[in-house]
């Protein structure tokens, strides 16, 4: 069966303390992978597209990694504005076309 | 901005009322989905839109649910005799197309919370 975890499922860092966030995936087909950035109450916002193993993607202070199995993003020296939830996404084959299954997010929270 | 919007950004209502929410992404916009967020949760697809047509719906979108998107722009989505279950973030997504810049990626709009008591 299609799946997609990530861990942790909480990280509180320190202003300025680099870490890692993982995205683990089980899928047959696989077409893209995704990260999102979600604020408390508002809609997932787009951040990097992954499509094969090796492929990096840079952003401001977020850098995305790709592997056979799983991505990571990277955040280094982290700001408290960088607090929210990140989701992965993965975009698969399916019968007659594609579907995008979420991970269930890692809540992040960078303490001043 | 992703030019999708969603009405209302919050509802609440009492268990056994019908709900309706309304997406309207900015035209150019052909493939359309709603998906279902509850609380600690990703996101988790509902149904999906080519133009006018619905292509797909998920086995989470029981008989009280029905979308529609009449003239392949902006959609609807009703829930008929809404239980407690049904309380989550509905979210309403568009693949970026050449406006946005991408053709694989699902912008979002911002939701709708409902509330059934």
């Known amino acids: 069966e299609d799946q997609v975890t990530q861990s942790p499922e909480a990280l509180r860092l320190q202003e300025g303390e680099s870490s890692s966030l993982n995205c683990s995936y089980t899928?047959?087909?696989?077409?893209?992978l995704f990260w999102y950035r979600q604020d408390p109450g508002k809609g997932p916002e787009f951040l990097f597209t992954?499509?094969?193993a090796g492929e990096e993607k840079e952003k401001e202070r977020l850098k995305a990694t790709l592997t056979k199995k799983e991505s990571f993003l990277h955040i280094t020296a982290p700001k408290p504005e960088d607090s929210a939830t990140y989701l992965c996404?993965?975009?698969?084959?399916?019968?007659?076309?594609?579907?995008?299954?979420f991970g269930a997010g890692t809540r992040l929270f960078v303490k001043a | 901005d992703t030019g999708v919007s969603q009405d209302p950004r919050h509802k609440i209502t009492k268990r056994g009322q019908n709900v309706t929410f309304r997406c309207d992404p900015i035209?150019?916009?052909?493939?359309l989905y709603w998906y279902r967020q509850t609380l600690g949760q990703g996101p988790e697809f509902l149904t999906y839109?080519?133009?006018?047509?619905?292509?797909?719906k998920s086995r989470l979108l029981s008989d009280r649910f029905s979308a529609e998107r009449p003239k392949g722009s902006f959609s609807t989505l009703e829930i008929q005799r809404t239980e407690q279950g049904d309380s989550a973030m509905y979210l309403c997504?568009?693949?970026?197309?050449?406006?946005?810049?991408?053709?694989?990626?699902?912008?979002f709009g911002p939701g709708t919370r409902l509330t059934v008591l």
């Open positions: 992954l499509y094969s």
């Open positions: 899928v047959s087909g696989l077409r893209g």
């Open positions: 035209s150019e916009h052909n493939r």
């Open positions: 839109f080519q133009n006018e047509a619905q292509l797909e």
């Open positions: 996404a993965v975009q698969a084959r399916d019968t007659g076309g594609f579907k995008t299954i």
């Open positions: 997504a568009v693949i970026g197309g050449r406006l946005l810049g991408s053709y694989n990626e699902q912008f």
